[in-house]
C-alpha cells in the first residue's frame, strides 16, 4: 500500500487547510487511518484517526474542537480538516494506516504499520 499526503502550505494564524491522504495498492482496505504530525526537534504528535467500524473518530488535545478527520471510500482518500490554526501548529505532517485486519482505534503511532511521505504545514502568526 502506499500514501500519498498532500494539502500543506503557507496560511496565517485563525486559516484553515484541508489535507489529503490518497492510498493505493490495496483497493483501500486499510480500516483504521490516522494523522500524527513532527515539528522540528519535538517527537512524533499523534493528532486524530477514525476507523471504518464505526464511532467516532478520536483527537489529540491540542487540535479536538478544531481539526476533523474523515474518509471518502469511492476516491480511497482519507481528509484532515483544520480551522482555527495557530503558530504551533506548524509541523509536516503524516498520514497512516494500520494493518488491514485491525479496527481499533489507537493513538500510539507504533501501531501503524504504513506511513505517507509527510506535508508541510506552516502557520505564521
Known amino acids: 500500500v502506499q500514501l500519498q499526503a498532500s494539502g500543506g502550505g503557507l496560511v496565517q494564524a485563525g486559516g484553515s487547510l484541508r489535507l489529503s491522504c490518497a492510498v493505493s495498492?490495496?483497493?483501500?482496505?486499510?480500516?483504521?487511518m490516522g494523522w500524527f504530525r513532527q515539528a522540528p526537534g519535538k517527537n512524533r504528535e499523534f493528532v486524530a484517526a477514525l476507523s471504518c467500524a464505526g464511532g467516532s473518530p478520536i483527537y489529540g488535545d491540542s487540535v479536538r474542537g478544531r481539526f476533523t478527520i474523515s474518509r471518502e471510500n469511492a476516491k480511497s482518500t482519507v481528509y484532515l480538516q483544520m480551522n482555527s490554526l495557530k503558530p504551533e501548529d506548524t509541523a509536516v505532517y503524516y498520514c497512516a494506516a494500520r494493518p488491514s485486519a485491525v479496527t481499533v482505534l489507537t493513538r500510539n503511532a507504533g501501531s501503524y504499520r504504513d506511513w505517507g511521505q509527510g506535508t508541510q504545514v506552516t502557520v505564521s502568526s
Open positions: 495498492g490495496d483497493a483501500f482496505s486499510r480500516c483504521v
